[in-house]
């Protein structure tokens, strides 16, 4: 695919364990937040009818854990939809209709609108072929079946047609609206039907594979022109009991009761619910219409297995097929890919087989060098079956749009098996922010798999023109409260919490009712709701006359009046560097990650290799390895260019708050950068300097340099 087939995703819209909405869904990401729970009260099933740690007791399963959808809101009469109609219906078409519809918000088409072409857009879905509608409408059709049985067991024959009747009432009441109702091409129907939408309407099923595969038809309806917004994803809401009985007889679930795609511990998967639904545009059209786009999807590719040992077996040869393929119609080499969201189920055959195709590929186009992060978010919401694709595509794309290198979950050692060590790969486990290369975009890679020999990969790129927006609550919140009077602000300060449901909502409220010039101030920093009861003790204490102690975290002005004091910066000398320093904030700030974009850009133009790799090297699995990377950050080469880099990122962060130093000095190297932040330096110089400095100061005794001090006039100094 050339640069005139890029396709855009401007909107998507998702539902997935433990996020009803985009944000929550890459906030939990991000924090590694565990979406894996056992069956929920009020689910289509319950685990004790079900379970048997026996693994060939007929009709039962060992894995009672899983990812399930929280419970959601529906309205039909928003839809058009009458109530008595619901339990016609499954629940993944219901679902849907919610998703689909924020995915058009997101992309800035209003549902309720009509100033856009509906007939223009297409919904192409990868859906598996059960619906949990069929088994539960089929299961009522069982009525003489139970009633010769229990006529032959002996059952009073009165008894038989009340006992029937019973049953029968378990499931859904066959009506005119069942039969569409169950079917998995009504979920795209529906969602043509009820949001108006005159494009291609239709579903793909390749197991496993189901979404990419949708979406591959829906990048083909683009390109053709057949469309010019089409809505792709996945749907899967079928985490029953039948579900758990096909994988249990696989047999494909853990019997630990976890999934840990390739840690040295991975037993198996747990199946999980989810729906993700992309808005996607060409790129030209989304550049020309002024879109927020969250990734550009260069191509997908594909492949069959052929003929194999079994129709479930994974095949490296068949997956490294789809894998060229799209980096042949990409026109992007796997060298310049640095993150690859796996179909990592957390079966060791799957995943071995999954690991040997990438080297292979991934080899072949860099022959040494560790570059890729590696991860699969089903160690967070569980193996989604046809939404699988999506799930980590949606991921890949937020990971681009966000400039952030994701982590995947549950990883306390890699399978010795995979030999991460010497591949181009290492599973990244916490987050860390993406610094750009010098010579190509940020880019990233998803699979998905499925039965059948179905193998798709999918290569995204960002979008550098579109602006970060950062998703989801920060980590610590500011708290600023202002009073005319002491009293006044012990009454402000007794008011916090109140009933705010989060500490984001406490936050928001103290900084909208925030007054500047107040003589009364308390300002605080909380990470937490009981953090920031403690901080409230201790402004009520010191309001009582209470000395401040050392390190009680909270700034109290007691009648100071208007007049802001001055701030002074001190930037930092060599010792205080260490692996991942600043990251938290280098993953919520753009003028941080910039700073070591433009650091990274200098030293690759030295020769040098990226900084960044010093400062967020990949994860360490033993004490030693995590020392090496701190020794490494010790050399006074990488350790002081690392710390000027991160000062800069800093300063610029303060700036675009509004705050600016009205005096600078350094500690030893920080000097450099107060040289910098005074306006006596350009950045270039500033990173030479650096740099250079770094470099003598590590040579062998007998080339260290000299340093000078010159004082005097300053155009007698620049004459110099």
Wanted: proline fraction near 6%; charge should be negative.
């Amino acid at each position: 695919m050339s640069d005139r087939n890029d396709i855009a995703i401007v909107g998507i819209g998702c539902l997935f364990p433990g996020a009803t909405d985009l944000a929550t869904y890459w906030r939990n990401i991000a924090a590694g937040v565990d979406g894996i729970s056992e069956v929920p009260e009020g689910h289509s099933w319950k685990a004790e009818d079900y379970y048997s740690a026996d693994p060939t007791a007929p009709d039962k399963t060992w894995a009672t854990r899983g990812g399930f959808l929280d419970r959601v809101p529906f309205d039909p009469v928003a839809f058009g939809i009458p109530p008595n109609q619901l339990e016609s219906i499954d629940t993944t078409q219901l679902l849907s209709l919610i998703v689909a519809r924020h995915a058009l918000a997101d992309a800035g088409l209003d549902p309720d609108s009509g100033d856009w072409d509906r007939d223009r857009v297409a919904c192409i879905i990868g859906i598996t072929g059960t619906q949990e509608m069929a088994i539960t409408a089929g299961s009522r059709l069982q009525g003489p079946i139970w009633r010769k049985s229990m006529l032959r067991c002996g059952v009073n024959p009165e008894l038989v047609d009340v006992i029937e009747k019973d049953i029968g009432n378990h499931f859904p009441t066959w009506t005119e609206q069942t039969f569409p109702g169950l079917l998995g091409n009504v979920v795209a129907g529906r969602i043509t039907n009820r949001l108006g939408l005159g494009g291609t309407n239709a579903v793909v099923d390749a197991a496993c594979a189901s979404s990419l595969a949708a979406m591959q038809y829906a990048l083909s309806d683009l390109v053709a022109g057949r469309s010019d917004v089409v809505l792709t994803g996945g749907a899967d809401c079928l985490n029953d009991a039948f579900m758990y009985q096909c994988f249990t007889r696989t047999p494909a679930f853990t019997k630990s009761g976890d999934a840990k795609p390739f840690d040295a511990e991975a037993d198996g998967i747990l199946i999980g619910e989810g729906i993700a639904i992309t808005a996607c545009k060409r790129l030209a059209d989304a550049e020309r219409d002024g879109d927020r786009i969250y990734a550009v999807i260069k191509a997908i590719g594909s492949s069959s297995d052929g003929r194999a040992r079994s129709i479930y077996a994974p095949n490296p040869a068949g997956q490294a097929k789809a894998l060229r393929r799209a980096y042949d119609a990409a026109e992007v080499s796997p060298a310049t890919v640095e993150l690859v969201e796996a179909h990592g189920t957390g079966t060791k055959a799957g995943d071995v087989a999954e690991i040997t195709a990438l080297k292979e590929v991934y080899r072949e186009a860099r022959a040494e060098g560790q570059w890729v992060a590696m991860g699969s978010v089903k160690s967070q919401i569980g193996h989604t079956k046809s939404t699988a694709g999506a799930a980590g595509l949606v991921k890949a794309a937020l990971a681009l749009y966000q400039r952030v290198l994701p982590p995947t979950a549950k990883i306390t050692q890699p399978n010795p098996k995979m030999g991460f060590e010497s591949s181009p790969f290492y599973l990244n486990t916490a987050a860390r922010p993406w610094v750009r290369a010098a010579d190509h975009p940020r880019r990233a890679a998803v699979s998905a798999f499925g039965f059948g020999g179905s193998n798709y990969h999918a290569v995204l790129e960002e979008h550098a023109a579109t602006p970060v927006q950062v998703m989801g609550a920060a980590p610590t919140e500011l708290f600023l409260l202002g009073a005319a009077s002491a009293s006044e602000l012990r009454t402000a300060a007794r008011a916090l919490p109140g009933d705010a449901p989060t500490l984001a909502h406490a936050a928001r409220a103290t900084l909208g009712a925030w007054v500047p010039g107040q003589p009364w101030v308390a300002a605080f920093l909380a990470d937490d709701l009981d953090q920031l009861d403690a901080r409230v003790a201790t402004i009520l204490r010191r309001l009582d006359g209470g000395a401040a102690g050392p390190r009680d975290d909270v700034w109290l002005a007691e009648g100071t009046g208007a007049t802001a004091p001055q701030v002074a910066f001190v930037f930092p000398g060599q010792g205080s560097q260490h692996p991942h320093m600043g990251a938290t904030a280098a993953l919520r700030h753009p003028e941080l990650r910039a700073a070591l974009d433009a650091a990274d850009e200098h030293f690759r133009a030295a020769g040098r290799g990226p900084l960044s790799r010093r400062m967020f090297p990949p994860p360490a699995y033993d004490d030693e390895r995590r020392r090496d990377q701190g020794e490494a950050l010790r050399a006074t080469e990488w350790a002081q260019p690392a710390i000027g880099a991160m000062s800069v990122g800093l300063l610029h962060t303060l700036a675009g708050f509004g705050v600016s130093p009205a005096a600078v000095a350094g500690h030893s190297y920080g000097e450099l950068v107060a040289l910098y932040a005074a306006g006596a330096l350009p950045l270039d110089g500033l990173l030479t300097a650096s740099r250079v400095r770094g470099e003598l100061m590590s040579a062998s005794d007998t080339d260290r340099g000299t340093m000078a001090a010159l004082s005097g006039d300053l155009d007698a100094i620049e004459a110099l």
